[in-house]
């Protein structure tokens, strides 16, 4: 016997008019899966593969060299935090675009052209081959930092005004922190390591081979800083202490007791004798404070500027300008994170590599 259904005929035809509508929407309303070269896009605007793999590689040489190779779930993970990086950046620009603070063509070469000042052009194309990246892929880099400047800068540093009444409060809360208790040293110094083996980050990619190089090549640095080379730049490029080489050899402040303590004796006898300005002739480097500790290699250290002990006040304009330095950043890093996540709630954002992981990691 045929049992009827319990709905009429009327609403069964109405259930499936229904139920085909859902499905036509479910097919033609979603957006088909982009090609395999997509990992994300933005607002529609597709982020490709390669893009992501070449930073990925320029971030991994940036890492230095590993004992061993990535595990597959490290090289994801890394991957992933790229790609973030990479969307917010993708947003930033489509912002900026359509506020048309755009960086021109102008900007562009001019900052090529300071990035450049430091390489002879065979240089600078070794970098570049070095990094497995092509001159117009630098200056699309190039091109988004700039443009990313000029967004923040309209949007959020451009707005932010420290009272002096802000700076009168700071430095009654951090008062004794303008206290110095005995004299500090702001210092910057060239390495060259006496280890083949040792790592550099250095412009020039510039490493001595051994002990007889590395006194060659300190001798031939102190020549060239005698000549009137710029410190900085000279660190820069030839300096093999991978912390201060990318700042000039910049070493921040160090208190005089940290000085006579840490460095060997002759080091901190010629250093308390410079005048701002000054650098001291080729120094042993050693490994550490110990007094029989041998030499790792040699250094030249320039006093950029001292201070003497005792409290600094508050109309003292280091101590203004250092003050408003910390707040604008303070206030600016707020205000940025704030503004980042205004914009990334109002992109629509698809991340098709995060897909691909968890799919992978589901089966």
Not at 157 to 164: C, G
Not at 263 to 273: D, S
Request: proline content about 4%; hydrophobic content about 40%.
């Amino acid at each position: 016997m045929q049992v009827e259904s319990v709905f009429p005929v009327r609403a069964r035809s109405a259930a499936f008019i229904v139920l085909s509508g859902v499905l036509f929407i479910a097919v033609v309303g979603c957006p088909h899966s982009p090609s395999p070269d997509v990992v994300a896009t933005v607002n529609g605007k597709e982020i490709q593969r390669a893009d992501l793999e070449r930073k990925y590689q320029i971030w991994k040489m940036s890492q230095g060299e590993s004992p061993q190779d990535p595990s597959s779930e490290q090289v994801d993970v890394a991957h992933l935090a790229i790609l973030r990086q990479m969307i917010d950046e993708e947003i930033l620009q489509q912002r900026a675009a359509k506020l048309n603070v755009a960086a021109s063509d102008e900007d562009v070469n001019a900052a090529l052209t300071e990035k450049k000042l430091p390489y002879t052009q065979e240089e600078f194309d070794k970098q570049l081959k070095q990094h497995n990246e092509s001159l117009d892929d630098f200056k699309t880099d190039l091109r988004h930092s700039l443009t990313e400047n000029k967004l923040l800068n309209k949007e959020i540093d451009s707005k932010i005004n420290i009272t002096d009444a802000e700076i009168t409060n700071f430095y009654a809360a951090h008062k004794a922190d303008f206290n110095l208790i005995e004299p500090r040293y702001n210092l910057a110094r060239i390495v060259v390591s006496n280890a083949p083996s040792a790592q550099t980050t250095n412009l020039q990619n510039n490493k001595a081979s051994g002990a007889v190089d590395a006194k060659n090549k300190i001798q031939a640095l102190h020549q060239k800083l005698e000549s009137g080379e710029d410190f900085g730049a000279v660190a820069v490029n030839f300096s093999e202490d991978k912390d201060t080489a990318p700042s000039g050899g910049d070493m921040g402040f160090v208190l005089e007791s940290q000085l006579r303590d840490n460095a060997a004796p002759e080091v901190y006898a010629a250093i308390i004798k410079l005048k701002p300005g000054q650098f001291t002739e080729v120094l042993p480097l050693n490994g550490g404070p110990a007094p029989n500790q041998k030499p790792i290699g040699y250094a030249i250290y320039k006093l950029l500027s001292k201070e003497a002990a005792g409290q600094r006040m508050e109309n003292d304009v280091r101590v203004q300008a250092a003050i408003r330095q910390s707040l604008r950043e303070g206030h600016a890093q707020l205000l940025k994170d704030a503004y980042f996540e205004v914009l990334r709630d109002d992109a629509k954002v698809h991340n098709y590599l995060a897909d691909q992981i968890l799919r992978a990691g589901a089966k």
